[in-house]
């Protein structure tokens, strides 16, 4: 018995880090800007240019701007909506759907993303400070 307990658990967690990962998989294009933090890397033409870009999560590699990163983990992160907000210094007025999950990852290379907001059908990152969304293609 002990040992289906333990087949079970390890298969729940296999299947709860695939439903992550397919719920952020594809192809997705940055449709706005949605909040910046006080300090931005990038330009405010720089973040006009980005409206429209492809972003292209596959089960492995995040390719956005010409820079990719590699990554082997998907999980659901503990912080709240607005921990997230305020750990990057988002506007915490920003809308977002109320079921909106924040992911945390393991992505390191060109580029580094350690967190992912996902909820119906879209997808925000944080690129250089600002808050983008993208629609799914």
């Known amino acids: 018995m002990r040992k289906f307990a333990c087949i079970l658990f390890i298969a ?47 089960a492995k590699k995040i390719q956005f701007q010409n820079q990719a990163c590699d990554y082997s983990l998907v999980e659901s992160n503990k912080q709240s909506l607005s921990e997230f907000l305020q750990f990057y210094s988002l506007d915490t007025n920003a809308k977002l759907p ?9 992505c390191e290379g060109e580029m580094t993303i350690r967190h992912l907001l996902t909820g119906e059908d879209k997808l925000w990152l944080v690129w250089y400070g600002v808050l983008f969304e993208a629609d799914r293609i």
């Open 12 to 58: 729940l967690a296999a299947c709860s880090n695939n439903s992550e990962l397919q719920a952020i998989q594809g192809e997705w294009t940055i449709h706005k800007e949605l909040a910046a933090a006080p300090i931005v890397g990038i330009s405010d033409e720089e973040t006009a240019g980005l409206i429209g870009d492809k972003l292209s999560i596959s």
């Open 98 to 106: 109320e079921k909106t999950s924040v992911l945390s990852m393991n």
